[in-house]
Every structure is written in structure tokens, then in C-alpha cells.
């Protein structure tokens, strides 16, 4: 059975972004867009990556354009969106694919047939927390902001 150390990305940069690297800490993976009705949880987001950085948490935010043609810019366009108005300061991929023929492996992982939480992504903003062992822990809807006590539960939950 997979985990998310077995995945890589690239980072918003284009270069390689291997998931390997956040062994041991737990992750809250989050499809995002910048023109989304949602996008203003990008500042809850950036506090929850700052009040828990030091505890082990990573936010990783991965922008897709699959919903509503929501995030129709370049990696570079969306790094300077995420920069100038929320800080983003957590890591970020390039583009992927969340559902359909073109659905990133990390997402056939994490919502295909025997994920843990199967079912296609619904909307920009959906949550996965992985625990530090690198398995799915939990799914929160698009509309579940990320500073809702059922997602500080589960995160403290999963800290090391």
C-alpha cells in the first residue's frame, strides 16, 4: 500500500518537490485556486501553517484549474497572487489535475477506488490530513475552513 512519501510533485518553481521529505511530519494537502469564491482560506491556511510549523505540521497547497476554470494563471502569476495577499509562506506545487483521465497518482491515491476516503474532489479547497506515517487520517469538504475545531482536532491529533 502506498503512502505520500511515494509521490513527488513539482513545487511552484518547477523544480522537484518529493513528498519524501516530510516523513514523519503530518500534512494538510489542499487543491487550491485564486479566484474562488473560497480563496480567502488561504489566510487560515498561513496561521495554521505558522501556529503549528514548529510542532511539525506542513501545509501543502496545490493549485489546480479544474472547477470553474478558477485558477487560470501561470506558477508564477499564482506564487505572487498566494505572496502579496495572504504571506503564503507553506510549499506549494505547480498545477495537477485532481479528478477525471488526467488525475494526478497523489490524487488517484487519496480519492480513487481503495483510498481511504474515496470520491472525486468536489471543489477547490478540499482537505487531506496525513498523518506522519504518511497515511490519510482525514477529508474535510471544500466549505470545512481550515481553522474549524474538527480540523485543529484532527491536527493536533496527528502531530508528533
Not at 69 to 82: M, R, W
Not at 84 to 107: A, I, Q
Not at 117 to 126: L, V
Request: glycine fraction near 10%; aromatic fraction near 10%.
Amino acid at each position: 500500500m502506498s503512502k505520500l512519501y511515494d509521490f513527488s510533485l513539482l513545487d511552484i518553481d518547477g523544480n522537484a518537490l518529493n513528498l519524501s521529505q516530510f516523513k514523519g511530519k503530518p500534512v494538510l494537502l489542499v487543491n487550491v485556486a485564486s479566484k474562488c469564491g473560497l480563496t480567502p482560506q488561504y489566510e487560515a491556511l498561513q496561521a495554521l501553517y505558522q501556529e503549528y510549523q514548529g510542532d511539525g505540521l506542513v501545509v501543502l497547497g496545490i493549485p489546480c484549474n479544474q472547477f470553474g476554470g478558477q485558477e487560470p494563471g501561470t506558477e508564477s502569476e499564482i506564487k505572487d497572487f498566494c505572496s502579496v495577499n495572504f504571506k503564503v509562506s507553506f510549499p506549494m506545487s505547480s498545477k495537477v489535475e485532481v479528478n477525471g483521465e488526467g488525475r494526478h497518482p497523489l490524487y488517484q491515491w487519496l480519492a480513487g477506488d481503495g483510498a481511504a476516503f474515496p470520491g472525486d474532489i468536489t471543489w477547490n479547497f478540499e482537505k487531506f490530513l496525513i498523518s506522519g506515517a504518511g497515511e490519510v487520517v482525514a477529508r474535510f469538504g471544500p466549505k470545512t475552513a481550515p481553522d474549524e475545531a474538527e480540523v485543529r482536532s484532527a491536527i493536533e491529533r496527528a502531530l508528533p
